[in-house]
């Protein structure tokens, strides 16, 4: 009601004027505690995740994606280049990791044919050993930390946000700054 004429005043009311473009948007209180609540969670289930691979199997849960990535591909086999695409990482730290994972014996390399500067990763069959020998103890880590505690709703709403999220921060123009092409 219009105190001072007694009916209803209809007039749109208008939108608070955004901030100049020189100036941050900054987060409102509920946005910053959803950031806070995200850092929080995702700090301590890569932390328990590695935890549960460190002592399960003697690996950062980074080398445990490595190799279901290899386990998942034709042949068990992947360029470098790819395998740097898929653990969004730069190619400096795949090859330390594959490194690693080569001097365990769970990797070897092998030259591309077809390029002289390529190289595969290939899983070996001791590597995949280790793999199918860790998997169910990470899948109980993944499930207790996440999917035990959650509804199916909010599985499925975790799921959209999360996609939404990753595709939002997924370059598609030529040039864009990505780790794997460093």
């Known amino acids: 009601m219009d105190p ?5 005043n209809t007039a ?3 939108a608070p004027a955004p901030p100049p473009a020189d100036e941050p948007r ?20 890569e932390d328990h995740l590695d935890r ?25 086999r992947l360029r470098m280049t790819e ?16 490194a690693r994972l080569e001097k365990n014996g769970w990797v070897r ?6 390029d002289k500067r390529g190289q595969f990763a290939i899983l070996t069959e001791e590597g995949y050993e ?7 103890g990470h899948v109980n880590a993944v499930r207790q930390a996440v999917f035990d505690r959650l509804t199916p709703e909010q599985q499925k709403s975790l799921g959209e946000i999360m996609r939404i999220v990753a595709e939002g921060l997924q370059p598609s123009e030529t040039g ?5 092409l460093r």
């Open 26 to 45: 900054w987060l409102t209180a509920e946005e910053q505690r959803v950031w806070r609540s995200y850092i929080e969670a995702s700090t301590l289930l």
């Open 176 to 180: 864009a700054d990505l780790p794997w």
């Open 12 to 14: 749109p009311i208008p």
């Open 83 to 98: 395998l740097a695409r898929h653990a969004k990482i730069t190619r400096s730290r795949l090859s330390h990791a594959v």
């Open 109 to 114: 390399r092998e030259d591309c044919p077809s």
């Open 130 to 136: 280790v793999l199918s020998r860790t998997a169910p």
């Open 52 to 76: 549960q691979l460190q002592r399960d199997a003697g690996m950062p849960h980074i080398y445990y994606g490595l190799l279901v990535k290899l386990a998942e591909s034709p042949r068990r």
């Open 4 to 8: 001072y004429h007694g009916y209803m």
